[in-house]
C-alpha cells in the first residue's frame, strides 16, 4: 500500500503532538518494510531525515502551513497526484470519502473541559468533530481518551483503537558527570529541587501546585519548564503575591535535549493538572528515575500505575501531603524510583506502530 501521513508535526509542533507524530513514524518506518509512506511535511521543513535510513518513506513539503485548509484541500489533490491507497491524519480530515483515511485523536478534553480553551480553539474544535465522524478508523492514545470519544461519538465506537504515547530513548537515567553538571550551571539549579515541564496554560493547575509548594514543610524550589500558552495566567504575578520569588524558577523555553538532563537531576517531578488525554511528561520522568507526583484523574493514573504518588488536583493539601512524602522520605523516593523505571519500560512506540500496521491491514483486506 501507498500510505500518506499528515506529518504536520514531524519535525516542530505542540510537545505531545510532536512526540507522537515524530516516534511513531519513526518507528512504523522502521517496522514496515511492506507498505511505502509519504510523510507530508510544512512548508520550510526540511526534506531529508538522516535518521530515516530505510528507503520506504518520502518527506515532501505540502502548502499553506494552516492545518485546516493544507489537510481539508490541499492533501486531497496530493493524495490523488501520489496515487494513495490510504491517508493517515492528526485530528483533521481531508473533504474526500474516495481514499480511506485513519485520523489520530489525541485528546477530546475541549468536550468534558471546554473552560480551559479559547473560543477560537473551540471554532477550530468544531471541525475536529466533524473530522472523528467522517474517518474510517480513529487511533487515540490512551484508554481514557478511547471512552470519551465513544461516549461523545457512540456511534464511531466500533471504530476506536489505541495506540499509547512512550518515550524517546533519550529519556534514560544517566551517570554523573559533565554533561549533567554543565545543565546545573546553566540554570543555577540547587541541590534539590522539584520540576514540572508542560505548558504553561490554566489546565495544568499552576497556580493550586504553588500555593501547596508554599505549605510544604521542606525548602525546596520548583523549576517550571516550559512557554506560556493561550489559556495562560499570570503565572509570575501570582507568584509575587505568595512571595515566591525565590522558590519558583521559570526556564522558558528548554531544548529537548535538556529536558532529559533537568529530569536526572531533579530530586521529584510535579505534574497535576486537571486532565490531560494521555500525559506525556510524567512517563519520561519515570524513565529518567525520578520519583513522580501526578494527578489522579483522566488518563495519569493508566500512565503511571503505581508507580508515583497520585493526588486530587483540587486538594491543594493532598498536593501538600505529597511533597511532603515525596521530600522527606528517601527509601519512599527510591521504591518509586524503581517503580517508575519498570513501568516506563511497559510503553513503546514499536507496540503502537504495531498496532497501526495491524490497521493499515484491515483495509488491504477490503
Known sequence: MRIGIDAKWYFFGPPGGHTYVHNILHSLAKLDEKNRYIFYVRPGDPTEDPALSTGNVRLTRLSPSFSLIRVKYALIKAARSDNLDLLFTQSLTPLTRRIPCVITIHDVLYKDFPQYFTL?????????????????????????????????????????????????????????????????????????????????????????????????????????????????????????????????????????EEIPLLMNLATAFVYVPYAEGFGIPPLEAMACGTPVVTSNTTSLPEVVGNAGLLVSPNSEEEITEALNKIMGDA????????????????????????????????????
Request: charged letters at 30%; hydrophobic letters at 40%; aromatic letters at 12%.
Open 120 to 256: 477560537w480553539e473551540r471554532i477550530y474544535f468544531h471541525f475536529i468533530n466533524k473530522s472523528i465522524r467522517q474517518a474510517n478508523f480513529i487511533v487515540t492514545v490512551s484508554n481514557y481518551t478511547s471512552e470519551r470519544i465513544k461516549y461523545w461519538f457512540p456511534a464511531d465506537g466500533s471504530r476506536v483503537m489505541v495506540t499509547p504515547n512512550s518515550i524517546n530513548e533519550r529519556f534514560r537515567v544517566l551517570e554523573p558527570g559533565e554533561e549533567l553538571a554543565a545543565v546545573r550551571r546553566k540554570y543555577n539549579l540547587p541541590s534539590e529541587f522539584l520540576l514540572y515541564v508542560g505548558r504553561l496554560n490554566a489546565r495544568k493547575n499552576l497556580p493550586r501546585l504553588f500555593r501547596a509548594l508554599r505549605q510544604c514543610s521542606y525548602d525546596v524550589p520548583l523549576v517550571c519548564v516550559g512557554k506560556k500558552d493561550w489559556k495562560s495566567e499570570p503565572l509570575e504575578r501570582i507568584v509575587e503575591n505568595l512571595q515566591m520569588n525565590k522558590r519558583i524558577i521559570f526556564t522558558g523555553f528548554v531544548p529537548d
Open 331 to 366: 527509601e519512599l523516593r527510591a521504591e518509586l524510583r524503581q517503580r517508575g523505571l519498570l513501568r516506563a519500560k511497559e510503553f513503546s512506540w514499536d507496540k503502537s506502530a504495531r498496532v497501526l500496521i495491524n490497521v493499515w491491514e484491515k483495509f488491504q483486506r477490503r
